[in-house]
């Protein structure tokens, strides 16, 4: 019998109901080697916390998150909260022995990421993990597997965008668009998302950055708690230029003001022998290009990525055509957790601290090469 | 009566076809002012000459391209040859009075263009061309007039690219990888192509560049002249960020190693009303989202642009629904011409030789932020 | 504080599993003036039924499912078994007092439907449901909610079509293909959903069917007890043409033999105002066409049908882009029915079994017209 | 050198403008083995005649198209005129010995449909064509390879349907609306397509109609020549059920009252190998799924058919991606006339009037059950 992974959350805003939600739909739909037990949940907000925790069957709740560190009898916490308070409790429950499952980014700027990796090195008989759930929609992994198996060839191409509409100028002074509760806007948001997926899927690293633009077009916005307006302090775009070590190249945009798209993260990669394309927004489809194909027939084919017997994770859910959503991604990765406490392998790769610390250079590169490099003004060519 | 407007075409390649083309559809669709007739066409191959001029109904034709200058029964040129030929004819003709019309890019090098551009300011009596056709792609004729009529609001991001497939490992040395005739590889030909086209659209100019990316892929191809292999010295793909002077962010990127697309000249344009998209694949659709309509049914709105009461050109076609094709773009710029040329409005502003200067310019700033500008080397970023 | 509504689950394999995740998941995602309580699953394998019950949180079980009716703790009985039980014990429960919520289609035959429905009439306290999940699609009920608000006008055409690909000849004789067990083959299972939309959809009802085919392709298939073939009793497709009493004129085929469709649930209505089309493989999406549009930008909308503000049963899942998947409408359906036994109004109306009874006339009448009825012989047309 | 083929057309309205395009534009495209010259034009309108002639290049025009018959430098004449005027035209040219190419449907009933044939019959030197000119899109002629060289394998279903959107209550009474002009509404105009479609794709022929309605739905129009309304004697919409000779069930529907569709020709068909679908709207693309394929990577794909090396007939036209419109279906047609009056093969079989005699028997077939049939009403079904 499956021996028991107690677990505690820290958050309760919208990715603590996602993650609860994966908690405990994994060992319904899955056959794990350990299984988990949702221990304790813990958040600030007394007022709303009894609620949740009873909601979403959490045993036990507390305001102190702290404190989960001393209790012996939580093996694994897991981070949601803003991204300014990763570093602390994270390091925190590596130091008290406890495996580490972190949002996504790392953290909210690259030296606290840097420490946490450190400690993830440190605490050696711990395991890290980040909630770069994406990697788990199955069109995804099914892209991941069909890379790995030379179906693509080598790299030419990467083209990556996380595009959302919802950031215009009517839009108030939410925390997400101030610094420092949120470290940066679309950035860390969305193109964490998608370095990740490019450096996940290419198996590969950026070598360098070769031109970015961080753009914040709504400078003022509605104050949510006072009349007038108050400045945004993050950026609502950025777009950048890389180079992978072997050679591909790059293109990354994260936007918060394309309307019409609404969680539209897409990717695409050309390769010697084939092409893969994908997007959240249809995440059960998988585009592919087979360069060998017979010319007569040969077109982009959209794959349905739900068969039991030939896609990643589509066991656990419904029979073919019958898609699945958003937060499966999570609970696939809670799946994957599990496999991997229980020393199975996981359907794909997860993500670690030392993983994730990699796509956290990769964003502060951007900003650095957004920030200091020297453009080419069109007056210099007449 | 419509007067004639009596037309000399130089080159009998693939733009040859497609010019010849258009030059004989255009007064059989459209009523125009003025009617265009094919007097000559000139071409160095005289072994095949004739047989494309009986062909396409050309009443003569000549070997020497030069002389057209002094036969004083042309009055406009088309000059569809090779990228490093068009300075030469295009100033000679303009000196000698006719009105011009030249295949894109303007030039080969921008000193060319510019001498070109000069030429045609001086050539007060004549006037120029340029054979940007997707503009008068219907769909892409309708973006204009929506953005123009302020349905896309002050724009926030376009995001341009031309993907094609065809320049994979195993093509030969075809002389559109040798930089001496071709001048670039998918620079010239394709980024030329959708740089107009953003700055046709949003009727701003590019600032600057903020990035840029110049790759040659594959170094050397099998000859065609003889054994073993010789050097491409043409990019295969060229990507750069730009900055408009309004604001807007832009990408741009050009390729022919992007499997599984053919001939996917796509634009999307984000503004504070809504967006618009389009490619070339699908050209007889455009997708627009309107940011203020009612949030139950908002959605992009694929629409159908063949309605003849509605829609650019479509008058001249079939019934709604019944689509058109590639070479209806250029036979929609005959139409505009002849419509320049009898004192009338076109349907859309034709890029004129000061015009397509301003898109040579940006191709060039782009490759100099590719070659010049340092870039951020990870190994900076610990 | 919501009252708690305890409910028994009949059967364990493909449905119960839906009906458990939604039983489950809906008090988690929905605020609902009753408490869905998991009391007891019952079903007949005992060496499977104790590990369902404990992973999907059911706090008993039994073998004995008829014991249910005796049981005073049990308010709503969830029959999920085969359709040839489905009679016997909607009625038994039903005379017990319970309220009952029945999977599709009601019955086996007519005449079990029609006792059922009559059960139903008799039974006044109690209230009846039937699991035509895929009205509680959002998109769906958003497209009931268009048509209710005038937005289709009076209707010319409903075209649907379920389609399904798993049913070639490698198949071999699963219980699905035995009539005994089955009832029927794609009719019953497939046609009766889409029967089931279009009269919700359209607020009509069939007048009268103007013809059918219904058709076994593969006769004979590999037995799954032993050697040899055995005969497939059921259809593989059933097509019909039906009119409707307001005179929009249908056609519906269910089929298990269109490869390339997985659980292609699709309907398209055009009406004088407008057209709505919708398929559950992308079940997020609905497009709507508004014939009132402007022509100039008039186009099929593509509506991301997942904004909490506008859409039906957004506001219990994720935000905006967040896409659902297929399990969602049952969860959304236990909702519903949540909120009717506690005397709100559900988002859109619910099936009872005087609704699904009209369903059933439609499948009967459908087959009486592919057997009964005279088809043209293209020998009588010279 | 190829010998000279005078052709003559009757009819300067739409299709008088689809069909000279086409006898102007195949000589240019094609390399053809007899050379089409546009000879002579004759229609009834002399006031517009002259020009229409002078535009597409007629050499000659006339308001006498009977006399035609009498010319002997006429080889082939085109008969383009509306339905009830094909009879008496077709055979007058048979008779006189010439080549007779008639525009779809062969008639305005069957019984002068089945003279036509029999004349044909009789002109044992003559060649008879018919414009079902949808066979001849690109993507079409690939689909008929691809089922003839058994990869569709044997048929299960044909499901086709061209649904147009123009013929609401506020279209005006069209002769169009007018039986005895147009013989029949969207039947004879838009089944007739997809029948021929169906029976050509198929290489199979109807066995019997299951059923059908045929329906005016808007019974009073506009007068377009005075005040008030007058009837409309056509049908809006006719859709039927039919079984072929091999087994395969088809559903066929034509409407002109599907909003949101404009040229809505599309053909879907299923078979033990695999699907193939396409729709006019996308002429240059066909979607084919192949049920051989690798579980993995297995989906519908989607096939630009604009390969010179791979593709029927886009040798002729641009390179790969540079997609075609709607009148290089006749295009495509003259070429392949031209090359079967030069003694070669076309690269898809033509429809002669034997074979378009077929289609008119199924139109008829689908009327006879539309009305003489007997519907189960629902008030049978209790």
């Given at each position: 019998m499956a021996r028991d992974l107690n677990v505690a959350l820290i958050g309760q805003a919208f990715m603590g109901k996602a993650h609860s939600n994966a908690w405990s739909q994994a060992?319904?739909?899955?056959?794990?080697?350990?299984?988990?037990?949702?221990?304790?949940?813990a958040a600030r907000n007394a007022?709303?916390?009894?609620?949740?925790?009873d909601?979403?069957?959490?045993?036990?709740?507390?305001?102190?998150?702290?404190?989960?560190?001393?209790?012996?009898?939580?093996?694994?916490?897991?981070?949601?909260?803003?991204?300014?308070?990763?570093?602390?409790?994270?390091?925190?429950m590596l130091e008290a022995g406890k495996h580490v499952a972190c949002e996504k980014p790392l953290a909210g700027t690259l030296d606290e990421a840097r420490?946490?990796?450190?400690?993830?090195?440190?605490?050696k008989s711990s395991k890290t993990f980040v909630w770069y759930n994406y990697r788990r929609c199955p069109a995804v992994a099914l892209a991941y597997n069909l890379i790995r198996s030379g179906k693509i060839g080598e790299i030419y191409h990467v083209r990556a965008s996380y595009l959302q509409g919802w950031g215009g100028p009517d839009t108030p002074l939410l925390w997400r668009f101030k610094k420092g509760?949120?470290?940066?806007?679309?950035?860390?948001d969305l193109n964490a998302h998608i370095i990740d997926l490019a450096r996940f899927l290419t198996g590969d690293e950026v070598k360098e950055i070769n031109g970015a633009i961080c753009k914040t077009f709504v400078k003022e916005r509605k104050r949510l708690d006072g009349p007038g307006k108050g400045k945004s302090t993050v950026d609502d775009?950025?777009?950048?230029?890389?180079?992978?070590?072997?050679?591909?190249?790059?293109?990354?945009?994260?936007?918060?003001?394309?309307?019409?798209?609404?969680?539209?993260?897409?990717?695409?990669?050309?390769?010697?022998?084939?092409?893969?394309?994908?997007?959240?927004?249809?995440?059960?489809?998988l585009e592919y290009f087979d360069l060998s194909q017979d010319g007569r027939t040969r077109g982009w084919s959209n794959i349905m990525v739900t068969d039991a017997g030939d896609h990643p994770y589509a066991e656990a859910w419904w029979p073919e055509g019958h898609i699945i959503g958003y937060e499966h991604s999570f609970t696939?990765?809670?799946?994957?957790?599990?496999?991997?406490m229980g020393r199975r392998k996981p359907a794909i790769p997860l993500p670690d601290f030392e993983d994730a610390y990699q796509t956290q250079r990769v964003l502060e590169a951007a900003l650095v090469a957004a920030k200091a490099r020297e453009t080419v003004k069109m007056s210099e060519v007449k």
């Open positions: 060992p319904r739909f899955f056959d794990l080697p350990v299984n988990p037990v949702m221990h304790t949940v007022d709303t916390l009894p609620a949740f925790a909601r979403f069957g959490w045993a036990n709740w507390s305001t102190n998150a702290r404190a989960l560190a001393k209790n012996d009898e939580i093996h694994l916490v897991d981070v949601s909260t803003p991204n300014d308070s990763h570093r602390a409790l994270s390091v925190a420490e946490m990796r450190d400690a993830a090195r440190k605490a509760a949120a470290g940066s806007g679309a950035h860390g775009s950025v777009q950048f230029l890389a180079t992978f070590k072997k050679g591909a190249t790059a293109s990354f945009e994260a936007t918060r003001l394309a309307g019409g798209h609404f969680n539209d993260n897409s990717i695409e990669i050309n390769g010697t022998k084939g092409s893969i394309r994908w997007s959240l927004e249809r995440l059960n489809e696939n990765q809670v799946a994957d957790i599990c496999r991997v």
